[in-house]
């Protein structure tokens, strides 16, 4: 019997895919779990796997096509299967502006639960435990409930045939239900006004964008934001800074410690030392979590992704700057894995390579807090009671307000400061 294939909610915030490149031709035979396009999400190019095996009787997208999750791209069935009946109900279902067949709609509701499930209740999601006893869930979906340590048996799929995908996992995690991505659709339609009737050209937006979009407009509106500001003495972090990297090179290793690696390590230590911080807000209740995995903002050509060192703190800082640059580099490319862009407990954010001084950077939830880099300048300050010239960054960090009050988030930042004001602290 022929299946039909839907696309897939790939990343827990996307709502369309936009189809990359089919990697399994018209007539070609497919296996269960076998690659069979790719897929440009919000978030990067994701590898797109079949739940069926059979023939690919019927591409139903071109490469290029933006598909909103839950749409049939493809039908699979036995080679030279008659799919007329089933073409002609897709036709007809599209015409009618309903789910073409029961199993598509079936498969649409449980791919795309927040856009239509009450704000007070999730939609129902067909059981991952099929009739036969075995669990159904994504190869991602398992690695990532064994590295998390969550039940599967505990968790209904939203995908195919009630199959655990990715995203089941991820709202695990974060416990976050359909309301929460439901309002922020709302507000994001309701944001946009009028343009001034000039000279201008309408660029599409891509699915990063629209993404980026739609969450920055859901955490300002529904968290309560408060940021604190510090000037930290950057000499000896620079002076070892220069040590480390001339001694890197006199040994004709290939790596070098920028100010960020610096930043992101200190930040892990000092999280580790202030569990409070490290932390998640869960609605009615607070996630402290037991490991540091901090994420670093990386701009993209359509906007940002946040790569996520994991157990930064206990990692030194030449294996951080190797990740970091791996990740970053990755992430031009759109080629990072779920589980290396997500996960993560706290992020920093630099723009000190651009000279900006000073600013504020809006929370990347669900984690409690962001930290905004500036420059590292050579400033004006008094010493002693006498003016001088001083080498300072200035830092803003961004705390959830619900999960942490200003005390918490000051005593963690003094932390920071003092480990970067005596780098030796980083070593050790």
Same mark, same amino acid.
């Not at 396009?37 to 739940?51: H, I, N, Q």
């Not at 009618?96 to 999601?125: D, L, W």
């Not at 990532?144 to 195919?160: N, V």
């Not at 800074?241 to 892990?268: F, H, T």
């Given at each position: 019997?022929?299946?039909?294939?839907?696309?897939?909610?790939?990343?827990?915030?996307?709502?369309?895919?936009?189809?990359?490149?089919?990697?399994?031709?018209?007539?070609?035979?497919? $296996?269960?779990? &076998?690659?069979?396009?790719?897929?440009?999400?919000?978030? /990067?190019?994701?590898?797109? &796997?079949?739940?069926?095996? %059979?023939?690919?009787?019927?591409?139903?997208?071109?490469?290029?096509?933006?598909?909103?999750? %839950?749409?049939?791209?493809?039908?699979?069935?036995?080679?030279?299967?008659?799919?007329?009946?089933?073409?002609?109900?897709?036709?007809?279902? #599209?015409?009618?502006?309903?789910?073409?067949?029961?199993?598509?709609? @079936? #498969?649409?509701?449980?791919?795309?639960?927040?856009?239509?499930?009450?704000?007070? #209740?999730?939609?129902?999601? *067909?059981?991952?435990?099929?009739?036969?006893?075995?669990?159904?869930?994504?190869?991602?979906?398992?690695? !990532?409930?064994?590295?998390? %340590?969550?039940?599967?048996?505990?968790?209904?799929?939203?995908?195919?045939?009630?199959?655990?995908?990715?995203?089941?996992? $991820?709202?695990?995690?974060? %416990?976050?239900?359909?309301?929460?991505?439901?309002? *922020?659709?709302?507000?994001?339609?309701?944001?946009?006004? *009028?343009?001034?009737?000039?000279?201008? &050209?309408?660029?599409?937006?891509?699915?990063?964008?629209?993404?980026?979009?739609?969450?920055?407009?859901?955490?300002?509106?529904?968290?309560?934001?408060?940021?604190?500001?510090?000037?930290?003495?950057?000499?000896?972090?620079?002076?070892?800074?220069?040590?480390?990297?001339?001694?890197?090179?006199?040994?004709?290793?290939?790596?070098?410690?920028?100010?960020?690696?610096?930043?992101?390590?200190?930040?892990?230590?000092?999280?580790? $030392?202030?569990? /409070?911080?490290?932390?998640?807000?869960?609605?009615?209740?607070?996630?402290?979590?037991?490991?540091?995995?901090?994420?670093?903002?990386?701009?993209? @050509?359509?906007?940002?992704?946040?790569?996520?060192?994991?157990?930064?703190?206990?990692?030194?800082?030449?294996?951080?700057?190797? @990740?970091?640059? $791996?990740?970053?580099?990755?992430?031009?490319?759109?080629?990072?894995?779920?589980? @290396?862009?997500?996960?993560?407990?706290?992020?920093?954010?630099?723009?000190?390579?651009?000279?900006?001084?000073?600013? !504020?950077?809006?929370?990347? *939830?669900?984690?409690?807090?962001?930290?905004?880099?500036?420059?590292?300048?050579?400033?004006?300050?008094?010493?002693?009671?006498?003016?001088?010239?001083?080498?300072? !960054?200035?830092?803003?960090?961004?705390?959830?307000?619900?999960?942490?009050?200003?005390?918490?988030?000051?005593?963690?930042?003094?932390?920071?400061?003092?480990?970067?004001?005596?780098?030796?602290?980083?070593?050790?």
């Amino acid at each position: 019997m022929a299946e039909v294939v839907t696309m897939l909610a790939l990343s827990p915030t996307m709502d369309e895919g936009t189809l990359a490149e089919w990697t399994i031709n018209e007539g070609d035979a497919v $296996e269960e779990g &076998e690659i069979l396009a790719e897929v440009e999400t919000d978030k /990067a190019t994701m590898e797109m &796997e079949s739940f069926f095996e %059979g023939t690919l009787l019927k591409q139903l997208v071109s490469p290029g096509d933006a598909v909103p999750v %839950g749409a049939p791209i493809a039908i699979i069935g036995e080679a030279d299967e008659d799919i007329s009946d089933v073409l002609a109900e897709l036709e007809g279902g #599209e015409a009618g502006g309903e789910a073409p067949t029961e199993k598509v709609a @079936e #498969e649409a509701a449980a791919a795309e639960p927040a856009k239509t499930a009450a704000p007070a #209740e999730e939609a129902p999601r *067909p059981a991952a435990q099929a009739e036969t006893g075995r669990l159904k869930a994504s190869p991602l979906a398992r690695r !990532m409930a064994e590295d998390e %340590g969550l039940d599967l048996t505990s968790i209904q799929g939203s995908g195919p045939a009630g199959r655990i995908i990715k995203r089941d996992i $991820e709202e695990a995690l974060e %416990g976050r239900g359909a309301a929460a991505e439901a309002a *922020p659709e709302v507000a994001l339609k309701a944001a946009p006004t *009028p343009a001034p009737e000039l000279p201008a &050209e309408d660029i599409p937006l891509s699915q990063m964008r629209k993404t980026i979009a739609k969450r920055l407009v859901s955490v300002w509106q529904s968290t309560p934001h408060f940021t604190l500001t510090m000037d930290i003495d950057m000499a000896k972090a620079m002076a070892k800074r220069k040590e480390i990297n001339e001694g890197l090179k006199a040994a004709e290793i290939e790596a070098k410690i920028s100010v960020n690696d610096m930043i992101v390590k200190a930040c892990a230590v000092a999280l580790k $030392e202030f569990p /409070a911080m490290n932390v998640a807000f869960q609605g009615d209740h607070l996630k402290q979590f037991n490991e540091v995995h901090v994420g670093v903002a990386v701009a993209i @050509e359509d906007g940002l992704i946040t790569p996520t060192v994991r157990n930064t703190d206990q990692k030194g800082l030449r294996q951080i700057s190797s @990740e970091i640059r $791996e990740l970053a580099g990755r992430a031009q490319d759109k080629r990072l894995k779920p589980e @290396e862009y997500s996960g993560g407990t706290f992020t920093v954010s630099n723009l000190g390579m651009f000279g900006i001084d000073h600013f !504020m950077a809006v929370i990347n *939830p669900p984690q409690a807090g962001i930290l905004a880099c500036g420059a590292v300048k050579k400033v004006p300050v008094v010493e002693d009671g006498e003016l001088t010239v001083g080498t300072r !960054m200035k830092v803003t960090l961004s705390c959830d307000h619900r999960a942490v009050d200003g005390a918490v988030g000051a005593q963690f930042l003094q932390r920071v400061q003092r480990l970067l004001e005596n780098p030796l602290l980083l070593m050790v």
